[in-house]
C-alpha cells in the first residue's frame, strides 16, 4: 500500500492556557487558550512543514472540542481518527516562561482512546508512528498505544516517543518504567529532555549514563536537549553527536518549543539527512517556535 501518511501523532488533545503575563502559575489572573497537547502540537507542526499527519485523540463534544477540531482541520491535520465523547476536552493551564514552564493539567477525555482508532489500515499507509510518556501515562490510552505500537513495529513503521515524564501527570514512577521499557523494546527515536532525565530518574544523572539507560532498553538513537546548553544525540552506529546552542535575541514563549524541534527533527529525518542536518533544522524550527505564542507561524520558509 502507498504511504500516503508521513506520520500518525497519538496522543494528548488538549486547550493550553498559557499565561499572558510571565509569572508564576499562582499569580498569573490572565491566560490565552490555544490547542495544545504535545502529539497534537508534532501533528499540527508537522502539517504546517508541508507534510501529511494525522492524529489519534479524544476531546468532548463541546466548545472546546469544536475549537480544537477547526484548528486541526484549518491546519491541514487528518482528524478522522478523533472520537468525539461526552467527557469535557481537557484543559492543562500554563505559567508564561523563558524556562521550564508551571503547568497544572485537568484530564477528562485525552486519554480515552481505543484500539479502534488506529486500525491496520492507518498503519499500512503511513510512515512514523509518534507518542508521548503523557499519552502512555493512564488507560485505556496505554493498552491501545502499547498494543498498537507493537503492531506498527512488525509492520515496519518507524516508531517514535517524546519521553515528556511529570510526576504530576504519571505518580506511578515503577509503571512508568516499565511501560517505556515495553515501548522502547521496538526501537523508537527517543526524544527527552534533561528536565525530563530528572523528573524520570528522581536525581541528576550524565549524559552518557542517560544514553546507556534508553540504549539499554532498546533505542538507537536518543536526542537529548539540553536547552541553552544545545543539544546531544547519541546514535549506536553514529556515536555521540552534540550541536551547539542558535543563540536568540528574545524567547517570547517556550511552552511547545521541544515539540517542534521534534517535528524538525522528524521532517528531516523522513528526508533522509543526516543526524547532524536533522539536528541542525531541529534547532532552527524551535527558534521560530520560542520567538512565538502559540504554535508555530504559517508559511515557514524552509
Not at 102 to 108: D, G, S, T
Not at 225 to 243: E, H, P, R
Request: glycine fraction near 6%.
Amino acid at each position: 500500500m502507498e504511504k500516503t501518511i508521513d506520520i500518525i501523532c497519538i496522543g494528548e488533545l488538549l486547550i493550553d492556557y498559557i499565561g499572558k503575563q510571565e509569572d508564576t502559575l499562582q499569580n498569573t489572573t490572565e491566560f490565552e487558550a490555544f490547542v495544545g497537547g504535545s502529539p497534537t502540537n508534532v501533528a499540527i507542526n508537522m502539517s504546517k512543514l508541508g507534510l501529511k499527519s494525522a492524529l489519534v485523540a479524544s476531546c468532548g463534544e463541546d466548545n472546546f472540542g469544536e475549537f480544537a477540531l477547526n484548528k486541526l482541520n484549518n491546519d491541514g491535520v487528518d482528524i478522522s481518527k478523533i472520537e468525539k465523547l461526552q467527557n469535557s476536552t481537557s484543559v492543562i493551564y500554563i505559567s508564561r516562561s523563558k524556562a521550564t514552564p508551571e503547568f497544572k493539567a485537568v484530564r477528562e477525555a485525552d486519554f480515552y482512546i481505543l484500539e479502534h482508532q488506529i486500525p491496520d489500515e492507518l498503519l499500512e499507509k503511513s510512515k512514523i508512528f509518534h507518542t508521548t510518556c503523557f499519552a502512555l501515562s493512564k488507560n485505556p490510552a496505554q493498552t491501545t498505544i502499547l498494543n498498537r505500537a507493537k503492531k506498527a513495529s512488525e509492520m515496519g513503521l518507524q516508531l517514535s516517543i517524546d519521553i515528556n515524564y511529570s510526576d504530576k501527570i504519571w505518580a506511578d514512577r515503577t509503571e512508568m518504567q516499565q511501560v517505556i521499557e515495553e515501548y522502547l523494546s521496538y526501537n523508537p527515536l527517543v526524544k527527552v529532555s534533561d528536565d525530563d532525565c530528572f523528573r524520570i530518574f528522581n536525581e541528576s544523572k550524565t549524559d552518557d549514563d542517560v544514553f546507556k539507560y534508553f540504549h539499554s532498553l532498546g533505542a538507537n538513537t536518543v536526542c537529548l536537549t539540553k536547552g541553552k546548553n544545545g543539544v546531544k544525540l547519541s546514535d549506536k552506529n553514529s556515536g555521540i553527536l552534540f550541536a551547539e546552542p542558535i543563540k536568540i535575541d528574545k524567547i517570547i514563549d517556550t511552552t511547545g518549543a521541544g515539540d517542534a524541534f521534534w517535528s524538525g527533527f522528524l521532517f528531516s529525518k523522513l528526508q533522509n539527512k543526516s543526524w547532524l542536518e536533522c539536528l541542525s533544522f531541529a534547532q532552527k524550527i524551535a527558534v521560530i517556535k520560542l520567538q512565538n505564542i502559540g504554535g508555530l507561524p504559517d508559511n515557514i520558509d524552509l
